[in-house]
């Protein structure tokens, strides 16, 4: 059974990156779109991103400054975030669908736990 466990997480400053990643273990990535999402506190969670298992990408958010990636030899979804927010400060997720990547969050089969992001102002 697919496990995603999300890392990279931690606190930065406003302006600052931050490069998160989302393992996968028990399956291999490489048939599945792997989505990103935000859990901001008092709001509902948002997509960010998404990657499809052939690495086409699509965009949940206008979020430009933000860049989706995989490395399927590592089993490695990469979200690569520049010019960090204080308002982004959240749970940051991934999540596993088989192949391409729906259009709702409410279509992906598996999600990890999430990686705290902080950006101080």
């Known amino acids: 059974q697919l496990q995603l466990v999300e890392s990279g997480g931690g606190l930065v400053q406003s302006g600052g990156s931050l490069r998160l990643s989302c393992a996968a273990s028990g399956r291999t990535l490489d048939y599945y779109a792997i989505g990103w999402f935000r859990q901001v506190p008092g709001k509902e969670r948002e997509g960010v991103s998404c990657?499809?298992?052939?690495?086409?990408t699509t965009n949940y958010a206008d979020l430009g400054r933000f860049i989706i990636s995989r490395d399927n030899a590592k089993d490695i979804v990469y979200l690569q975030m520049f010019s960090l927010k204080p308002e982004e400060t959240g749970v940051y997720h991934c999540a596993a669908r088989r192949t391409s990547c729906p259009a709702t969050q409410y279509d992906y089969d598996t999600w990890g736990r999430g990686t705290q992001v902080t950006v101080s102002s």
């Open positions: 990657i499809s298992s052939s690495g086409g």
